[in-house]
């Protein structure tokens, strides 16, 4: 997808804080962190959303769970606990239309969340 800004990012137009890369996903700095450290998990193949998953590109989403539990040992938080979060369209706060994880650490997260 050519107007993807995390497309940009796995095909190197667009240089992230990468933090962790493997075969099927890309990780790097949230621009407009919300916790100690922020990062962004995406799939490199583009998913617009997680209502686009099918029985074909699913076991993205344990690739993309399995990176940020590794992420948090890199990090230094697994142990204490952090949180991970995938927004869906607009009443979930959904900016980006290429499927993410945001992985929250470093602080105790609040429950509800906003
Ligand atoms: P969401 O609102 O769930 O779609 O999350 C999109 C996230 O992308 C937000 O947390 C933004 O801060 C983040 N973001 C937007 N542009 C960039 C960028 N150029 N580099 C890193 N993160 C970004
Ligand atoms: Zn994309």
Redesign the pocket.
């Known amino acids: 997808m050519t107007d993807c800004?995390?497309c940009k990012?796995v095909s190197g137009d667009?240089t992230?804080?990468t933090v962790y890369e493997d075969e099927d996903v890309l990780a790097?700095?949230?621009?407009?962190?919300?916790a100690p450290v922020?990062v962004?998990v995406v799939p490199k193949q583009h998913v617009a959303t997680l209502n686009d998953l099918d029985a074909d590109n699913s076991a993205l989403v344990g690739k993309m769970m399995m990176a940020a539990a590794k992420i948090a040992q890199q990090e230094g938080f697994a142990e204490q606990g952090y949180r991970t979060?995938?927004?869906c369209n607009d009443d979930?706060?959904?900016?980006?239309?290429h499927i993410?994880l945001?992985l929250l650490g470093g602080r105790v997260m609040h429950w509800p969340p906003g």
């Open positions: 800004l995390f990012m667009i992230p804080d790097f700095r949230d621009i407009n962190p919300q922020h962004l979060v995938m927004n979930g706060g959904q900016t980006v239309f993410h945001h």
